[in-house]
C-alpha cells in the first residue's frame, strides 16, 4: 500500500506543498463561507448532471420529464430536493459571505480585485437561480421568468437587445428554454469556474485577510500557518460533512413538491412571483410610483430598475469608494450604519414580498416601511457606536461615554436589564399581534405602523441583551465597568 | 459503528417511493454528521488538544436521534 501511494506521490507530487497554509485564526467557519458555497456549487453539479440523462430541454416535454425524474428516477426526489437547496444555500452563502467581507473590510487594499471577481461570481450564483427556475416549466417558473424577461424590454438599448439576443432569440417558447438550458448547464458554470481560478490565484498571492484587533498585534499562537493538506482539509471535510447533513435534513423536513404544467389556463390562476432571492427587487418594481399609470408613467419601471443598478454598481466599486485603510468597526460608523440599512431592507422587502404577492404597494407604505426600517436601524448603530464602541469615531471626533463608577455600575446594569426584559415582552407581543393582523387582514398603514414599531422596539432589546452580554462577566460574576466589544474592531 | 450500521440500513430501502428516498436521505445525514465527528476528533487530537466532551456526547446523542428517526420518516 505504501508503495502505491509513494508511486502516486512522486507522479502527482501530492505532498508538495501546493497551496500557501492557513493561519490558525481561519480555523472558524465565517472564514470558510465561500467555500462552503463552492460545496454548494458541487453537490449541485453532481446532482445536475444525474438529473441531465432525464431531462428534456423543449416547451412540450420538459415538465413532463421533469416530473418522470420525481416519480419513476431512482432517488429522483431526493436528487431535484437536494440540487433545489443546495442551489438556496449557494445563494444564502454567497450573500453572507458578501456581508461579513464588507464588516471585515476585506475588500481593502491589496483586495480590491478580489472584491470585484467575488461579485461578479454573485451575479453568476443569481444568474443560476434565475436560469434554473424556468427549466422544470411549471406555471409559477413560466409566469416568474417571464415577468424578468419583460424587464430586459426596459433597459437601456445596449444592454436590451444585448440581453434580447442572449437570453430571448427570436423562436418563442422553445428558443428561450433552449437557451436558460445551455446558460445554466454550460455558460454559467465555465463562467463560475473561470471566475473561481481566478479568485484562487488571488487568494494565493494576498492570502487570507487578517482579524483586525485594534492596537493590539494579533498573538503569535494564532498566526501559526497550518499546511493545507492534511490538516485544512480534514477541517473543511467536517465542515462540508455537515453542511451536506444539514441540506439533506432540511429536504427531509421540507420535501418539494411539482406545481402544476405551465398553461394559459392554469397561469391565470396564480400570481407571478419570483423566488426568493429576488422578491426584494420585486418588491422595488411594485411600489405604486414605478408603476405604469403611476406618476412617472411609463419611466416608472426604468426609474425602479435604474435604482436596483445603481445597488449593483456600488457593491461592485465599493473598494474604489471606501478607500481609507481603516478596517476597525469602531472607526467605520458610517459604513457600518449603511451596510446594516442595507441587509435590513434587502430583508425586509423580501419578506413584505413574501406576504404581498402581486400586491402594488403604495408610496406612503413604501416610505413608511423601507424610512422607518432605515431610521430604526440607524439610531440602533448610533446607540452601538455610542455605548459600545464608547463613540462615534470620525462622525462623533471620538466623544467618549464615561462608564459608570464600580458602585452605580450594578444599578446601571439592574434597570437596563428590567429595560430590555420589558421593551422585549412589548415588542414580541406587538410583533404577533400584528403579523397576525397582516396575514388575516392584509398589508394596511394601520397594521404595518405598530408592525414597524414592534420592530424597532425588538431590534433595541436584542442591542441592549448583546450590549448586557458584554457589560457582564459571567466567568468571574463580576460587572464590567469597562465594555470591550469582539475582537474585530475593538480599540 | 453507526456509519456501519447506517450503511447496512441503506441497502434495505426502497429507492423509488418518497418514504424510502427520505430515509436515504435521514441515513446518509447520519453518515456525514458521524464522519465529522470521527474528522474533528481526528484533527483536534492531531493538534495536540483535546476533543470537547460536549461536542462528542451532543454529536453521539443526535446521531442516535437522527437514526431513529430515520426509522419512522
Redesign the interface.
Known sequence: MARIVRWFDSRLGLSHEMLRPVPQYAINPFYWLGALAVIAFVIQGITGAIMLLYYVPSPTQAYASTQYIFQSVTYGTFLETVHLYTAYAMIMLAFMHMIRGYFVSVHKKPRELMWVVGMLMGVVTLGFGFTGYLLPWTVVSYSATHVGIGMIDVLPPPVSSFLSFLVVGAGGDATVLLRFFDLHVVVLPAALLVLLVVKMYMLETHGISEPVTGSEPLPEERRKLIPIFPDVSIYLLELAALFGAAMLLISVVFPLTLPPEYSAAAASQYVAQPDWYFLWIYQVVKIAAFEANGPLGQYGLPMALSVISIVFVVLFLLPFIDRSEEKRISRRPLYTTFGAIFVAEIVILACWGLLTPGETIPDLQALVVLGGTALAVSIVSLMCFKLVFGGLGRIGGGVRVSPPTSRTAPVVTAGLFASVLAVGALSIGGLLDSVVGLFMDGASPALLAPFALSLLGLALSVFGTIYLIYRLDFMTGEIRRHVRFLEVGSD | MLQALSVFLLWSLN??G?SG??E???F???V??S??LV??V??VE??GRTPSKALIVGGSIFLLV?LFAGLF?
Open positions: 429507492p423509488s418518497r428516498q427520505a436515504f436521505a435521514v446518509l445525514a447520519v456525514l454528521v464522519l465529522s474528522s474533528y481526528f484533527r492531531k493538534w437522527l420518516v
